[in-house]
């Protein structure tokens, strides 16, 4: 199935100039005119929110469940984005962080740590943000402000 989509994607920007970065049974990432990246994967939770549909156009995750997928993707990786992304959305007020992590719990259960999410929100001392990302709305925020924002945050759910 995943195959049928990724030729469906592939010929939904037939008009862009495509670079594919990885393309695996379960991942299909691209870049669009040389500034667009995108990545579709096969997932294996499903969402606990409706998907966005669009026409003519791939359905996505809503931000909520974006949220999820990033606060879980902290724990695998150490990308600066996930960390931002989060930051956008709790600041932006889509979501807030104590509902992320319920949201977390449902979607995700045991395999999710409440703990070590929280954890991994204040250290962000080894991650590298890469400067060539270009941001629509918000600006460049620096690790260590990320960090205080996050623990203003988690200071919220009177853990600390």
Known sequence: MFQ????????LFKNYSIKVLVDTSDELSLVLNNEIKLTFLAYWWKPIFPLIKIP???????IKDIATT???????????????????IIKNRYATLK?????CKKKYAEVFSERMFI??????????????????????????????????????????
Request: hydrophobic share 40%.
């Open 4 to 11: 049928r989509l990724k030729r469906k994607i592939l010929n």
């Open 56 to 62: 003519n156009c791939v359905p996505i995750l809503s």
């Open 70 to 88: 990033k606060a879980y993707a902290l724990g695998r990786r150490n990308n600066y984005r996930d960390y931002f992304d989060l930051y956008v």
């Open 99 to 103: 509902n992320i992590i319920i949201w």
């Open 119 to 160: 954890e991994q929100l204040l250290y962000l001392e080894d991650i590298t943000p890469d400067r060539k990302l270009k941001f629509l709305k918000e600006k460049f925020v620096e690790p260590k402000d990320l960090a205080k924002f996050f623990e203003k945050e988690i200071k919220k759910l009177k853990i600390l």
